[in-house]
């Protein structure tokens, strides 16, 4: 995930980044990234249609009513290349102090 992309996008959207924490949004990526990563194979995703039910069940209610659906719109060109397993990474290096190089390279 690139912070500064995701800034970036959000810059045109001033009232969300008013309503936004931080938090919110890395959850939203996390989410979404995930939901992308699992099913672009199976259903046709694009920016314009947004997993809007399963993005309301799956998220905590944003203050500002359609959040998740703009950042879908706008963040959807990131949502790809910001997946990460965490649960492969740890099968794959482990949770050896030796391998905070080797795991930050996979990021």
Same mark, same amino acid.
């Given at each position: 995930?690139?912070?500064?992309?995701?800034?970036?996008?959000?810059? *045109?959207?001033?009232?969300?980044?008013?309503?936004?924490?931080?938090?919110?949004?890395?959850?939203?990526?996390?989410?979404?990234?995930?939901?992308?990563?699992?099913?672009?194979?199976?259903?046709?995703?694009?920016?314009?249609?947004?997993?809007?039910?399963?993005?309301?069940?799956?998220?905590?209610?944003?203050?500002?009513?359609?959040?998740?659906?703009?950042?879908?719109?706008?963040?959807?060109?990131?949502?790809?290349? &910001?997946?990460?397993?965490?649960? &492969?990474?740890?099968?794959?290096?482990?949770?050896?102090?030796?391998?905070? *190089?080797?795991? &930050?390279?996979?990021?």
């Amino acid at each position: 995930m690139h912070l500064v992309k995701i800034l970036k996008e959000l810059e *045109k959207f001033p009232s969300i980044i008013e309503t936004l924490s931080g938090q919110e949004t890395f959850i939203f990526v996390t989410v979404a990234a995930d939901f992308v990563h699992r099913n672009k194979n199976s259903i046709y995703l694009d920016k314009y249609i947004a997993p809007h039910h399963y993005l309301n069940l799956a998220l905590p209610a944003p203050s500002m009513p359609g959040t998740w659906e703009v950042l879908w719109t706008v963040l959807f060109t990131i949502l790809e290349e &910001s997946h990460i397993d965490p649960a &492969s990474l740890i099968c794959q290096h482990g949770l050896s102090q030796d391998n905070d *190089k080797k795991y &930050s390279k996979d990021l």
